[in-house]
């Protein structure tokens, strides 16, 4: 067949067509239509679109298992960076630091130098004035994070070579945390001040040289360390109140103290599992006695209860759990008694819960290996009665005491009557040491309340016309006075006019009688700041802060003209004022707090909110992170229950081997 001109023509001037008689019908194929690689058909989407929830399954351990790679690549690279080669150098040491001199009253080795005074670390403070601080606890610290770097010549002398966080060692006695968590090398904390370090313990001290005597372990002899401002922040004992065998108790304050307690918690646990053990026997050690209702007190009772029913119930006999008991013996009514009412309450509610024994308004009258004696006393009739409690454990923590240096201070000084710690002014200063020289703080030291031992201080100073009375002008130019040398008499004090007419005599003025008067009724209503950590911490932010500026004054040769004042203290800074943060207590599981103004207690909630409390409190970020994995761990894992120590009643002669 021959196509006609025409149509052929109109085929071949369309190049990739078709003719269409050689077109194939729409219902005999279908009509493809081809994309390149580059070219995406309409609407398509990539897979992790389609199916985010898949892709992120998928993923995810390639996520994690990177950015784990990537931490752990950046911690062996910095791991490595940790490792230096020793420094082969000659190190500078000042010759009188190794060959010292003898001075002194007891002719002892006196050490004007220090063998590191060299380094490079601290030599620019070898030339400052020399600032000894006695102690490593919150005192300590609260100065040593708070000094300028350089300012003074600082040396810390302690019989342990770190601070100790205590308000968790309860804790740390049944294994909720581990007693590395609580401790901090004193050495790292004084390297912020280019600071010295002395392992030994202060004995004596001279006043009049300026000398303080310090006693090494191992050493036969002692020897002076010469000082410019010393600060005594060496803590407080446990009070006896004169009970006998107290030998037989456990106290805790250290950290020997809370593994000596661990150990024996353990020991007891152990040996009334084994099969050999009697009834009675069994009974004995499964007693433990706090004697003591305070924070310390409470904190361990609700620490052991959450022990025995977390961990000893599900890895140990049943019966033990059955039969262990918890007595906790106070001399008030209530326990937690320096707590709002209700904190007290639900301390209390909670101990009837847990089945702990609480023994109110009873004291100690001896302890024993096996017992405690203590009596109680009827309210209506008067008569006391005595009673006893199985023990195979006993704490005691109840008050505080003078330790032996704090004692050898107050022995030297005059005017220093307290039984239980150094007194000193609302300046942290010594009462009788030479003036501006030695300050004391913390557990060992309580400010002086007593206004009416200043009163013809206060009389001198402000009676004008010398009449021997303060009328009111004069009694309001008083007022001021004692309320900046005493900040915590302020609000004891009321209206100015108010206290002038009550006091007042028919003349319109005040003489001896009528101030004394005033005085000890407003010193009866200020209470002694309480020995807690709280209050040492503010009181070495505020020594440090004075220190500082006390510094500055020496580096400035400044020229104090006392005039009104008495001393540089008083001129350059004010006195010390406590500022109550609250309080707070852990009882099993659950927390209270006692703010100024308000109080709560709850369960879990406040638990966290009372670890968040104590995070925020330690002292560096390495101690934050251990005690953080503790918690942790013990969520997972529980509490430890091995008992690491000594184990001489188990072991075998080396010859019967």
């Given at each position: 067949m021959t196509l006609p001109r025409a149509t052929l023509a109109r085929s071949l001037a369309r190049p990739n067509s078709t003719p269409s008689f050689f077109t194939p019908s729409r219902n005999l194929a279908p009509k493809r239509t081809l994309f390149s690689r580059a070219q995406k058909p309409p609407g398509w989407q990539p897979f992790y679109r389609r199916h985010p929830r898949v892709f992120a399954v998928l993923a995810a351990p390639f996520v994690v298992g990177g950015s784990l790679g990537v931490a752990?690549?950046?911690?062996?690279?910095?791991?490595?960076?940790?490792?230096?080669?020793?420094?082969?150098?000659?190190?500078?040491?000042?010759?009188?630091?190794?060959?010292?001199?003898?001075?002194?009253?007891?002719?002892?080795?006196?050490?004007?130098?220090?063998?590191?005074?060299?380094?490079?670390?601290?030599?620019?403070?070898?030339?400052?004035?020399?600032?000894?601080?006695?102690?490593?606890?919150?005192?300590?610290?609260?100065?040593?994070?708070?000094?300028?770097?350089?300012?003074?010549?600082?040396?810390?002398?302690?019989?342990?070579?770190?601070?100790?966080?205590?308000?968790?060692?309860?804790?740390?006695?049944?294994?909720?945390?581990?007693?590395?968590?609580?401790?901090?090398?004193?050495?790292?904390?004084?390297?912020?001040?280019?600071?010295?370090?002395?392992?030994?313990?202060?004995?004596?001290?001279?006043?009049?040289?300026?000398?303080?005597?310090?006693?090494?372990?191992?050493?036969?002899?002692?020897?002076?360390?010469?000082?410019?401002?010393?600060?005594?922040?060496?803590?407080?004992?446990?009070?006896?109140?004169?009970?006998?065998?107290?030998?037989?108790?456990?106290?805790l304050k250290t950290v020997q103290d809370a593994q000596a307690i661990r150990r024996r918690v353990m020991d007891?646990?152990?040996?009334?599992?084994?099969?050999?053990?009697?009834?009675?026997?069994?009974?004995?050690?499964?007693?433990?006695?706090?004697?003591?209702?305070?924070?310390?007190?409470?904190?361990?009772?609700?620490?052991?209860?959450?022990?025995?029913?977390?961990?000893?119930?599900?890895?140990?006999?049943?019966?033990?759990?059955?039969?262990?008991?918890?007595?906790?013996?106070?001399?008030?009514?209530?326990?937690?008694?320096?707590?709002?009412?209700?904190?007290?309450?639900?301390?209390?509610?909670?101990?009837?819960?847990?089945?702990?024994?609480?023994?109110?308004?009873?004291?100690?009258?001896?302890?024993?290996?096996?017992?405690?004696?203590?009596?109680t006393k009827d309210p209506k009739t008067g008569k006391t009665t005595e009673h006893e409690v199985d023990s195979g454990f006993t704490l005691w923590s109840t008050g505080i005491a003078m330790n032996p240096f704090t004692q050898r201070v107050a022995a030297l000084l005059p005017n220093q009557y307290h039984k239980h710690a150094l007194e000193v002014d609302s300046h942290l200063r010594v009462i009788g040491a030479p003036l501006g020289t030695v300050y004391a703080l913390g557990d060992c030291a309580t400010v002086e309340t007593r206004l009416v031992d200043h009163l013809l201080e206060f009389v001198t100073r402000c009676d004008e016309n010398k009449d021997g009375k303060i009328d009111e002008r004069e009694f309001k130019k008083m007022m001021g006075y004692i309320k900046r040398r005493f900040p915590a008499s302020e609000k004891h004090f009321g209206k100015i006019e108010d206290i002038f007419k009550q006091y007042a005599d028919g003349k319109g003025a005040l003489g001896l009688n009528e101030l004394a008067d005033l005085f000890i009724n407003v010193s009866r209503k200020i209470t002694a700041f309480p020995a807690t950590a709280q209050v040492a911490e503010q009181e070495g932010i505020y020594l440090a802060k004075k220190l500082n500026v006390l510094a500055k004054q020496h580096d400035a040769h400044v020229a104090i003209d006392n005039g009104v004042y008495d001393d540089p203290d008083d001129m350059l800074y004010e006195p010390f004022n406590y500022k109550h943060m609250g309080s707070l207590a852990y009882i099993g599981n659950s927390a209270v707090f006692d703010f100024p103004g308000f109080s709560f207690a709850g369960g879990l909630a406040a638990m966290y909110l009372w670890r968040s409390v104590y995070l925020s409190t330690s002292v560096t970020i390495r101690q934050r992170c251990l005690l953080m994995a503790d918690w942790v761990k013990r969520s997972l894992f529980g509490r430890d229950l091995s008992k690491v120590g000594s184990r001489a009643a188990l072991s075998t002669p080396l010859r019967a081997r």
């Open positions: 752990l690549l950046g911690l062996w690279a910095y791991d490595a960076s940790t490792y230096h080669h020793p420094h082969a150098g000659r190190v500078p040491v000042d010759p009188v630091a190794l060959r010292p001199e003898r001075g002194g009253k007891k002719n002892l080795k006196v050490a004007a130098a220090l063998i590191d005074d060299l380094d490079e670390r601290v030599v620019n403070a070898r030339d400052k004035k020399r600032l000894v601080i006695v102690g490593g606890g919150w005192g300590s610290v609260g100065i040593l994070q708070h000094l300028d770097p350089g300012a003074w010549h600082v040396t810390v002398v302690s019989p342990d070579n770190y601070f100790l966080f205590h308000p968790l060692l309860p804790s740390a006695t049944v294994g909720t945390v581990e007693v590395r968590s609580l401790v901090e090398p004193l050495r790292k904390i004084i390297a912020r001040v280019s600071g010295h370090f002395l392992y030994g313990r202060a004995v004596d001290v001279d006043f009049s040289e300026r000398l303080l005597e310090i006693a090494c372990p191992g050493d036969e002899e002692n020897f002076y360390l010469p000082y410019d401002k010393l600060v005594i922040a060496c803590g407080s004992v446990n009070s006896t109140h004169g009970v006998p065998g107290l030998e037989n108790c456990f106290q007891n646990l152990e040996k009334a599992a084994l099969p050999s053990t009697g009834e009675e026997e069994r009974r004995k050690l499964l007693s433990f006695v706090v004697c003591g209702g305070g924070p310390t007190g409470v904190e361990f009772a609700s620490e052991l209860w959450e022990m025995v029913n977390e961990d000893v119930i599900s890895y140990m006999p049943g019966l033990l759990r059955d039969e262990i008991k918890v007595h906790l013996i106070q001399s008030r009514d209530h326990i937690l008694n320096t707590y709002a009412e209700k904190i007290s309450e639900y301390a209390e509610e909670r101990f009837r819960r847990h089945e702990i024994d609480m023994i109110l308004n009873a004291r100690v009258k001896e302890v024993t290996p096996t017992k405690v004696v203590y009596t």
